[in-house]
């Protein structure tokens, strides 16, 4: 209910408190989908935080905030050293606006995945998110929607309540469910009814956990983990904790995806191994072909195509072997023999082989646990930043300290944690590789190999930087800033902690984080 109308409403009116008389000084956005706002009253200034993800739209208000250097843009400058007239909230709609001075106003639409920041000076004349091109389309007079709210009109709607009140929101229904609205009495139903609009009319601010995910609400239900009275307080705190959230799901999800992967393989190839082994041990033949050639060389002459013979391992039963021709007997029972110790040793190496992939897919299986049990980043990252400790013996296939790419023609290497990130920068790269990492965060290392008499292409270090960003903590922002630098720049202090490096010169591109191309 963050983007819902009833909190937008309460929002708006303690903004309009906070802006009123202010002046719109900056308006500037970083990365594509977050916008940034400030407003200044003379004394202190006053930030908007519009961040406008198709994963998630929510506004939040920081106490301050640092602009970047590079990679920033102005936007709205036509609006800028304007004052605050007012903040107007839309009746029934998830739309608020900034009246400014000289007839501006900001449109706030916070519509889910297509919300947006719309410039407007009686109409629309500029907008945040430039795909949203229908959004110049909006009139402002036109946004205000009316709703009945009379008994009458409750009881005449009691099979498409949702879409009659479509201001409430998901969470006031399922509020309303568990007070046991659908089985009661039509008038149970209206008392049910206004008691909840009064509770959203005059709420407190809730911040509910449901299915492994955070719920902001106006009613209190399920798993509460945080209650505020300030609507200011409460979003700052449901931003911060959803992207905190997100960002752990996202990552325990990265983590787990390849690790289940593995085990599927692993499963896979203990099963076909095993079908294989059966097959070799219920069909041990050529030992026993042998034996029977060897007693039978009496009877048997060079040339025979076949010899029918008394197999005494099987109840005396006849038996056709065949021969080959240009052999003698005993050079046939010596190629049975052959084949009987090559059999032997390829069930050896299926039993070793199945017996250490057994034990790879037992560790694999226990880290699995380990992850889908942690609660948080701190502990995600002290489970998956561990080597996966996977039984090797001689002649089993060494697990590399990195994943590999292919783009154009080149390799990217991509570190796994941070352990394997040292073991990658410091034993498995060439000094004139070229070395990226996701900016000022924790993160993969990342390798483009280097080809002898090959410039690195533009777009190789593009792709390979969306990588880098991806694996990141910024995985979830929409862009990235991202180091590059050859690796004879990258060095390592004595006492550093695993992953940590020093580089000492670096040109930094932004991109999107990308897992695939």
Not at 3 to 15: M, P, T, V
Not at 81 to 100: A, G, P, T, W, Y
Not at 162 to 167: D, G, K
Not at 244 to 258: I, M, N
Request: with cysteine; hydrophobic share 35%; net charge positive.
């Amino acid at each position: 209910m963050h983007n819902n109308y009833f909190f937008l409403r309460q929002l708006s009116q303690s903004l309009e408190k906070k802006l009123k008389g202010s002046t719109l000084v900056s308006c500037f956005s970083q990365n594509k989908e977050e916008l940034i706002l400030e407003f200044n009253n003379g004394i202190k200034s006053f930030f908007i935080k519009a961040s406008l993800t198709s994963e998630f739209c929510c506004l939040s208000f920081p106490e301050s905030f640092s602009r970047a250097r590079k990679n920033s843009i102005d936007l709205f400058n036509d609006a800028l050293m304007k004052k605050v007239k007012e903040i107007h909230q839309f009746s029934n709609e998830r739309c608020f606006s900034i009246e400014l001075e000289d007839n501006y106003a900001l449109l706030f639409k916070m519509h889910g995945n297509r919300s947006n920041i719309i410039l407007f000076k009686e109409e629309a004349k500029e907008i945040f998110r430039n795909h949203l091109a229908t959004d110049f389309e909006i009139n402002l007079s036109e946004l205000d929607r009316k709703i009945d709210w009379s008994k009458e009109e409750f009881i005449n709607h009691l099979t498409n309540l949702n879409q009659t009140y479509f201001t409430l929101g998901k969470p006031a229904w399922e509020y309303l469910n568990l007070k046991g609205f659908q089985s009661a009495d039509t008038e149970t139903k209206w008392s049910l009814f206004q008691e909840t609009i009064q509770l959203i009319n005059k709420p407190h601010y809730y911040i509910l956990e449901k299915e492994n995910k955070l719920i902001f609400s106006l009613l209190p239900y399920g798993k509460i983990r945080e209650q505020f009275a300030d609507p200011l307080k409460a979003i700052n705190e449901f931003f911060h904790l959803y992207t905190q959230s997100h960002a752990f799901y996202s990552e325990k999800s990265s983590v787990l995806r390849p690790l289940l992967e593995q085990n599927k393989s692993a499963t896979s190839y203990i099963s076909k191994n095993q079908t294989k082994l059966k097959e070799l041990l219920d069909d041990q033949h050529y030992q026993a072909w042998g034996d029977l050639v060897m007693a039978n060389l009496h009877r048997i002459k060079t040339g025979e195509a076949k010899v029918i013979a008394e197999n005494f391992y099987n109840n005396n039963q006849p038996i056709e072997i065949k021969l080959k021709r240009d052999l003698s007997p005993q050079k046939n029972a010596e190629v049975f023999y052959r084949k009987g110790k090559n059999q032997q040793i390829e069930i050896q190496k299926l039993k070793e082989a199945i017996i250490r992939k057994e034990e790879e897919a037992e560790k694999i299986t226990a880290l699995i646990f380990k992850i889908e049990a942690t609660e948080d980043l701190k502990q995600l990252r002290g489970v998956s930043n561990g080597p996966i400790q996977i039984v090797k013996k001689k002649g089993s296939e060494e697990i590399l300290p990195f994943h590999e790419f292919e783009f154009k023609g080149y390799k990217i290497w991509v570190g796994r944690n941070a352990e394997s990130n040292d073991k990658l920068t410091l034993k498995y790269s060439h000094k004139d590789d070229l070395w990226l990492h996701a900016k000022d965060v924790a993160g993969s290392h990342v390798l483009i190999k280097y080809q002898s008499g090959k410039n690195f292409p533009k777009d190789v270090i593009e792709r390979a930087a969306e990588l880098a960003a991806y694996n990141s903590k910024r995985k979830t922002d929409s862009l990235c800033p991202v180091s590059v630098t050859p690796k004879k720049f990258v060095r390592k202090r004595k006492g550093d902690p695993a992953g940590a490096v020093v580089v000492e010169r670096e040109e930094v591109i932004m991109v999107e984080p990308k897992l695939k191309a």
